[in-house]
Each structure stands twice: as C-alpha cells, then as structure tokens.
C-alpha cells in the first residue's frame, strides 16, 4: 500500500537544518551561563520567527530553505562570537548574513502560500 507523500523529500533537509541550529542554541546557552552568573548582561533570541519561516518556506522549497537555514545558523554562531567580545561592532561581521537569509526564508514562505492559493 502506497502511502501519500504530503511533504518532499528534500523537507529533511529542513529537519536537520532545524535540529542542528537547536544544538547550536544550546551549546550558545551553557556559554552564557558562565559569564552571566559574574554580571555580564544576558544573550537572548527569539528565533521562533526563522523556524516558522523555515517550516512554512520548506514544504514548498525545501533545498532552498533549510540551505538559508545553514547559513541563519552559521550567522548566529559568528554573532553569538562577536557579542561575547563585548564589542558591538563584531557582532556584524558575518553575523549581517543572518538578515540576508531571513529576508530569503520570508520570500520562500510567501511563494509556498502563494503557489498554494492558486493551486
């Protein structure tokens, strides 16, 4: 019996994506921790907003936005390093690349219910 194939098979690719930015934020948590507990001030993101934009952009343009994802995360890594100087000029370096591929998870989840709409 042939099962229905509701998302691609690329959408694990989203799935990974989702996962190893968890492990990320994570591993970004435990280095806050140190330096918090000396009075430095608290590092928090709200990156719900990339996850939904991943989740929804995916069905329809998996490859494109779990690879947007791979570069959302690798942003963050260098904004979380530049941040942790205490220097809010370094925070920018590659962390700038993390908007870039917002703005491209933003135009993948408005084709997927676009292309849904008219479908």
């Known amino acids: 019996m042939a ?25 970004m948590a435990t280095q806050v921790a140190k330096p918090e507990r000396e009075g430095t001030p608290e590092f928090a993101g ?20 779990a690879s947007l994802g791979a570069v959302y995360t690798v942003s963050r890594f260098f904004y979380f390093k530049g941040y942790s100087t205490g220097d ?4 920018l370096t590659i962390g700038k690349y993390g908007f870039v591929a917002m703005l491209g998870l933003m135009i993948c989840a408005i084709s997927c219910g676009v292309q849904m709409l008219i479908a």
């Open 46 to 65: 709200n990156d719900a907003r990339v996850f939904m934009l991943m989740i929804l952009g995916g069905i329809k343009h998996p490859v494109i936005c």
């Open 3 to 27: 099962g229905v194939e509701l998302l691609p098979r690329e959408y694990g690719y989203v799935v990974l994506v989702l996962v190893f930015y968890n492990i990320l934020n994570f591993w």
């Open 88 to 91: 809010p000029k370094k925070r």
